[in-house]
């Protein structure tokens, strides 16, 4: 029943209390008539992950009302959420920290909130920073760098990547290859005159070719729209799941 029917049912009730059609007229229990209840718990498979790893967070909800009408709003303050609904899988960021998962739900005219903390570790992973712009001479840029994996701790290995488009006034093709062969073909990134720098950041599966120890070349290619000096910034790397070191070829 919503707000402004209840009002009205609760006047009525007390007017034929005043005029004597029905007794025993007791406000605080008409009040109570139609009070909901909602009430939330999170329970996360693991409150502990290495920076990339994920886990399944799980709202438990009682509600007195219609469970079809509630609707769940998910945050975090950093990594990501996938999903939605009752059950969510939460994504770690590159960055190690505790970070909380807020859930919010709402139905009929009441609102809960619950939140969890999820600890973040280094764990096995390469991370560079280089902060190395594309050279902007030339349609087609690449900067090459040479990995040197020492050991591999899971078969799912990633590579994570943030681009920043700063002068650019268009987008470009981003191609990335192991040992030359391609992980990414002629990807979009970009956009046509952004009103700030725009920063583009995706998660690549290596694992066919990053299968064992060993040197590999990786090199980061973009075919560009419009030649500009600093347009193009190669902000972080972050390759998920084993160790090692990373240097760049010039």
């Known amino acids: 029943m919503k707000t402004q029917e209840l009002l009205s049912y609760l006047q009525i009730?007390?007017?034929?209390?005043?005029?004597?059609?029905?007794?025993?007229?007791?406000?605080?229990?008409?009040?109570?008539?139609?009070?909901?209840?909602?009430?939330?718990?999170?329970?996360?498979?693991?409150?502990?992950?290495?920076?990339?790893?994920?886990?399944?967070?799980?709202?438990?909800?009682?509600?007195?009302?219609?469970?079809a009408a509630l609707v769940y709003e998910w945050q975090a303050s950093a990594g990501r959420i996938v999903g939605s609904g009752e059950n969510v899988v939460y994504v770690a960021p590159e960055s190690a920290g505790t970070y909380t998962i807020t859930l919010e739900v709402s139905g009929g005219i009441v609102t809960a909130r619950a939140d969890i903390r999820i600890e973040v570790h280094i764990g096995h992973a390469i991370v560079a920073m280089p902060n190395r712009y594309w050279q902007g001479n030339t349609f087609t840029q690449t900067l090459t760098y040479q990995l040197?994996?020492?050991?591999?701790?899971?078969?799912?290995?990633?590579?994570?990547?943030?681009?920043?488009?700063?002068?650019?006034r268009a987008g470009a093709f981003l191609t990335i290859a192991l040992n030359g062969t391609p992980v990414i073909r002629n990807r979009a990134i970009g956009a046509v005159q952004p009103a700030e720098p725009l920063l583009i950041a995706d998660d690549v599966d290596v694992s066919r070719i990053l299968t064992a120890p060993g040197n590999y070349e990786l090199s980061l290619t973009l075919e560009v729209v419009n030649v500009m000096e600093d347009a193009w910034l190669l902000r972080k790397l972050t390759l998920i799941g084993v160790e090692g070191t990373i240097s760049e070829i010039r």
Do not use: H, P, W
Not at 148 to 168: C, G, S
């Open 148 to 168: 040197n994996v020492e050991e591999l701790f899971r078969d799912n290995i990633t590579l994570r990547y943030e681009i920043l488009q700063d002068t650019a």
């Open 13 to 67: 009730l007390c007017l034929m209390c005043a005029i004597g059609l029905i007794s025993a007229c007791d406000t605080s229990n008409l009040l109570s008539i139609d009070e909901e209840m909602l009430d939330i718990d999170l329970e996360s498979e693991s409150q502990t992950l290495n920076i990339g790893d994920t886990t399944t967070i799980k709202a438990t909800v009682n509600y007195s009302g219609d469970s």
